[in-house]
């Protein structure tokens, strides 16, 4: 499972940096976030041995026992809904781009 959830993690931030590249920035922020979610997942499933059934769950398991893991899914989640909205630019890209680098670190996974 675990393997399964990096490999996912790592194609999601694979596929933002190809759409960032090509200024498709609100598929860029999308994968982004996604990149962000799975590494969110991956973290609780190390701790835990579950993996959150939905954007719900993932926020209050996070929110109860891993507030440094919370925070940084939280402040992009309004970003990763207004890719539905809006027009997005390479600023929202990098901000979550670096938080999904961070995540990386903290999980030591090399990218």
Do not use: W
């Amino acid at each position: 499972m675990e393997e399964t959830l990096v490999e996912k993690a790592k194609e999601y931030y694979r596929n933002a940096l190809d759409a960032e590249k090509k200024g498709d920035y609100n598929t860029s922020v999308t994968l982004f976030f996604k990149t962000i979610s799975g590494l969110a997942d991956l973290y609780i499933y190390r701790k835990e041995k579950i993996i959150p059934s939905s954007h719900t769950d993932r926020f209050r398991i996070l929110e109860a026992k891993y507030k440094e893991i919370y925070k940084i899914v939280d402040r992009n989640f309004p970003v990763y809904q207004e890719s539905y909205r809006a027009k997005l630019n390479l600023q929202f890209c990098e901000v979550l781009k670096e938080d999904a680098e961070q995540l990386f670190r903290i999980l030591e996974i090399k990218i």
